[in-house]
């Protein structure tokens, strides 16, 4: 015959899996919240004796959507179109702007996604 052992209440068995499973308790997180609050603090108490100073912003082709020229590569692309006057192919488009391939499907789609420009047939674009 087996012995019926001691039964173990549901909430020892809560924190056996909780401890287990490092499940944090309510306990757990108030001290991390505390934490928090006194990294907060420390924060605002800094931050106003220095003063920030923002980073200037990189000139990265196609990143920002600025090119060197200083207008942006979606009008540069929609520039090109519109000097087409039966449409502008893909590799029309590249020559005039000098962006790769990739670039300027993109920006493609997503006038034509726009209603900018139209597509009169597979990879001839007019502006509407």
Same mark, same amino acid.
Do not use: C, W
């Given at each position: !015959?087996?012995? +019926? /052992?001691?039964? #173990?209440?549901? %909430? ?5 899996? !909780?401890?287990?499973?490092? &499940?944090?308790? +309510? +306990?757990?997180? %108030?001290?991390? !919240?505390?934490?928090?609050?006194? &990294? *907060?603090?420390?924060?605002? @108490?800094?931050?106003? @004796? ?5 980073? =200037?912003?990189? %000139?990265? $082709?196609? #990143?920002? /959507?600025? @090119?060197?020229?200083? @207008?942006?590569?979606?009008? $540069? #692309?929609?520039?090109?179109?519109? /000097?087409?006057?039966?449409? =502008?192919?893909?590799? *029309?488009? !590249? *020559?005039?702007?000098?962006?790769? *391939? ?15 420009? $139209?597509?009169?047939?597979? /990879? ?5």
């Amino acid at each position: !015959m087996r012995h +019926k /052992g001691k039964s #173990v209440s549901f %909430d020892t068995m809560v924190k056996f899996f !909780m401890h287990n499973y490092k &499940i944090p308790t +309510k +306990k757990d997180v %108030d001290k991390l !919240m505390a934490r928090l609050d006194q &990294i *907060e603090k420390l924060i605002k @108490s800094t931050a106003g @004796s220095t003063k920030r100073v923002r980073p =200037a912003a990189k %000139d990265r $082709q196609g #990143v920002q /959507g600025r @090119s060197r020229g200083g @207008s942006t590569a979606v009008n $540069q #692309v929609l520039e090109a179109i519109k /000097g087409f006057q039966q449409g =502008a192919k893909l590799t *029309e488009i !590249m *020559e005039k702007t000098g962006f790769d *391939e990739k670039k300027v499907r993109n920006i493609i789609f997503r006038l034509n996604k726009n209603g900018v420009i $139209q597509r009169q047939s597979r /990879g001839v674009y007019a502006a509407k």
